[in-house]
């Protein structure tokens, strides 16, 4: 158990609406990362957050945004979905910056 | 630009026999280094790290890893593979500063066959 913990554990939804990701990072720790993970493209970064900062910015959509909350929980929100952005999306922390993450078990979504 | 490479997409091995698995990256500064596992619909579990010092890094469940600078390399190893050790095996790099995340090679599955 790394500490980080995510939920839904699983998401089913249909093309065109929206969900929402929830993070807590492990206690303390101040940076949150969002990655997703499928079959083809492998494990994508999506964003950090630092502090509640947006930190650093990696290939996530228009159609996605997250954020983080002043008790350091993130959330990812994911609209319009398509059915491509079935996958399962992570959620790590790190206590430091340049420290190692810590990843959650992860939200497998599925777009019907 | 950072960059992670492992060379092998799927690798197979009899349990009991030694593995290495293969990491370069590329980075223009000292790098931290990390091999994480990932087992059938579990998320990333940290094996091992390399920030400086030793070069010979040992991480949780038999594995170790060692940094060499000249040949931009972060290879796995384990002298013994168990059934259990099949999974997903991602190398990543990232910086001192934290300043960029982490960026993750594509993976190695392993399979282990007895």
């Known amino acids: 158990d790394s500490g980080v913990t995510q939920t839904p554990k699983h998401l089913i939804t249909a093309t065109g609406q929206r969900v929402t990701l929830r993070c807590s990072p492990r206690?303390?720790?101040?940076?949150v990362y969002w990655y997703q993970q499928s079959l083809d493209q492998g494990l994508q970064f999506l964003i950090q957050y630092y502090n509640g900062e947006e930190r650093a910015k990696g290939n996530i959509l228009e159609r996605f945004s997250a954020q983080q909350f002043p008790d350091l929980h993130s959330e990812l929100n994911l609209s319009s979905l398509e059915l491509g952005d079935s996958a399962l999306y992570f959620c790590?922390?790190?206590?430091?910056?340049?420290?190692?993450?810590?990843f959650g078990p992860g939200t497998r979504l599925t777009v019907l | 630009a950072q960059s992670v490479t492992q060379p092998d997409i799927h690798i197979t091995v009899s349990e009991g026999a030694s593995l290495e698995l293969r990491c370069n990256y590329s980075y223009g500064a000292t790098p931290y280094l990390f091999w994480y596992v990932q087992s059938p619909g579990q998320g990333l579990q940290l094996l091992l790290k390399y920030f400086s010092g030793d070069t010979l890094v040992q991480g949780i469940k038999g594995f170790e890893a060692e940094f060499k600078r000249s040949q931009s390399s972060f290879n796995l190893r384990k002298p013994s593979v168990h059934w259990s050790d099949a999974a997903e095996y991602f190398c990543a790099v990232g910086d001192w500063s934290g300043n960029t995340p982490l960026v993750f090679g594509k993976g190695t599955r392993l399979s282990v066959i007895a």
């Open positions: 790590a922390s790190s206590g430091r910056l340049g420290n190692e993450q810590f």
């Open positions: 206690s303390g720790d101040l940076s």
